[in-house]
């Protein structure tokens, strides 16, 4: 990697805690730009703590943070972050283009309203996740498939170039779940994005992503998804049974 | 209807009752979108135990319910995610035990009796000719910083760690909340009562969102309605003689249910 072309996301020995209980150990990883990389593990094996790194909402106890080769939150290009869900109260009458408008916060600062420009980028966005016929609607009527991708659209919304997502597709089903890498996918290629993200859906993902990271607070494997995604990597990370392991993992789709 | 209007006391609550209704209704679009009702009742009871804090002490006693009242609200903004107790469970033990304090030490002390129904329930002829022009500042000053950082505040709202990751000042805006919403307590406390005063940090929200189709329509019922019912609540107020408190907050009720009848016919 030239200096001229960092990569998109460098780790470097990073560790981190919560209120002195250790959540990363040594954590060494670097994202090529326009990469799909896949954060993957048991739950607390520290993929939310990457993903608030990377934010810089959270700072390593040791080791270096880089993104596209600022500290995180210098870079001038802001960072697209996906949660995995938004939750509005009953009959709120919040619609799908306020919540991709939202997008555009963090870039206008305060006491300036969202102008034309802002709008049709917002319109932009939810075009390009197939959703503009909907900006009008309620976005609790949304099914959870579509929300994801008012989300998807929210973030895209800040023009970034790094998208962090923080499994987004928890409750979804089967389907709405390979349509939402799908178009994650598109996204990459046509809009020539990075990105992270932490997710349990280890054969879709197998699928789509470029890299795998293993993670249980080390990390236990790294590289492209046939190297980790074996049974016994897999076994030592979730500690089930190796065959079981095959089954879930490696077997992904024909 | 010009009869009422006639009187200096009348012109005067209606004056500091709008000026409370409008803040009070913008408020009440963040208590309901972030679910903070039961924060709004947790502290206007705390505003008692602040108000006989200041009758023991003897400073002004809303002066004295300000600033206890504050001092609560950024205690449980502290304590978010901090402590073992939920916030919930919290605010249902401590906030009880400040009212109960409050009364009793309102209670025994003979001059300020009489003055504890008007606490609790609100009283038209309560709002003094100086306080008119310092809660006209106040209103003023908190519509300003919400509208300065209205988009922020329900980004945050909706959102809180996308909208941590984009910049927003998450935690300062959760104070600034907290804050304004002590403050407008307290201020509301001579017209509404602390009994009822959260009731008018919900019920325009409620209302606004019962017919509204967006964020902008909400806002104006929840205004409209809100000034609607403070106007409509001390016209009975003097009119039957009873405490303006519930008078505003059941004409509130009634505007909300209407309003409730009139959006359900609106999507069938």
Redesign the interface.
């Known amino acids: 990697m030239t200096r001229a072309d960092p990569a998109a996301i460098v780790l470097d020995r990073v560790s981190a805690s919560y209120d002195g209980r250790p959540a990363l150990e040594d954590v060494s990883f670097q994202v090529p730009q326009g990469d799909f990389a896949a954060l993957i593990g048991p739950n607390g094996a520290g993929k939310s703590t990457i993903l608030r790194l990377l ?1 810089g ?1 959270l700072h390593p106890t040791s080791g270096r943070v880089e993104v596209f080769g600022h500290p995180p ?1 210098r870079d001038e290009r ?2 697209g ?1 996906v ?1 995995q869900k ?1 939750v ?2 009953r ?5 799908v283009l ?2 991709a ?3 555009r ?2 870039i ?1 600062g ?2 300036r ?2 102008g034309a420009r802002d709008r049709e980028l917002a319109m932009a966005s939810l075009a390009l996740v197939g959703l503009a016929d909907d900006a009008a609607r309620r976005f609790q009527d949304l099914s959870g498939g579509q929300q994801q991708r008012v ?1 998807i659209a ?1 973030a895209l919304c ?1 023009e970034p170039r790094l998208l ?1 997502l923080d499994e987004p597709t928890a409750g979804l089903d089967s389907g709405a779940r390979a349509r939402f890498y799908s178009l994650v996918c598109q996204l990459q290629h046509g809009q020539g994005l990075t990105l992270l993200c932490a997710t349990h859906d280890l054969d879709v993902v197998g699928e789509h992503a470029d890299a795998l990271i293993l993670l249980d607070r080390v990390v236990l494997a790294q590289g492209n998804p046939d190297e980790v995604l074996t049974g016994s990597t897999l076994a030592r990370a979730y500690s089930f049974p190796k065959a079981h392991a095959h089954l879930h993992g490696a077997g992904g789709a024909p | 209807m010009s009869e009422f209007l006639a009187y200096t006391f009348v012109q005067r609550a209606l004056a500091v009752g709008i000026l409370l209704a409008v803040t009070c209704a913008v408020l009440s679009f963040f208590v ?2 972030k ?1 903070m009702s039961f924060v709004g009742v947790g502290l206007s009871h705390a505003a008692l135990g602040g108000v006989a804090l200041g009758v023991v002490l003897g400073v002004p006693p809303l002066l004295a319910a300000a600033l206890f009242t504050i001092g609560v609200a950024w205690v449980i903004g502290w304590m978010r995610g901090r402590s073992e107790v939920s916030e919930d469970t919290a605010i249902g033990v401590f906030f009880p035990t400040a009212m109960a304090l409050g009364v009793v030490l309102i209670s025994l002390s003979p001059t300020y009796r009489q003055d504890l129904m008007a606490y609790l329930f609100g009283n038209i002829l309560s709002v003094r000719q100086g306080e008119v022009l310092p809660l006209a500042a106040l209103s003023a000053m908190s519509l300003g910083l919400i509208g ?2 209205f ?2 505040l ?2 945050a709202g ?2 809180e ?8 000042p998450v935690r300062p805006l959760r104070f600034l909340l907290l804050t304004l919403l002590a403050v407008t307590i307290v201020a509301s406390v001579r017209l509404v009562g602390i009994v009822l005063v959260s009731a008018f940090l919900v019920i325009p929200a409620a209302t606004g ?2 017919l ?4 902008k ?2 806002l104006v019922l929840a205004v409209a309605s809100s000034v609607a019912s403070v106007v409509l609540g001390l016209w009975l107020s003097w009119a039957w003689d009873i405490p303006s408190g519930a008078a505003i907050v059941l004409s509130s009720a009634v505007l909300f249910f209407a309003a409730l009848a009139l959006g359900s016919r609106q999507n069938t």
């Not at chain 2, 760690?161 to 927003?168: I, L, M, Y």
């Not at chain 2, 509204?212 to 964020?215: E, G, P, Q, V």
């Open positions: 934010l909402l939150g802001p960072i972050y949660p938004v509005i109260p009959g709120f009458p919040i619609t306020d919540v408008l939202m997008g916060t963090g206008l305060p006491g309203r969202p989300l929210r800040s962090l | 309901v979108l679910r300065w950082w988009k922020e329900l980004f909706v959102d760690e996308a909208a941590q990751a984009a910049g927003v969102q019962a509204a189709r967006s964020l329509g909400m």
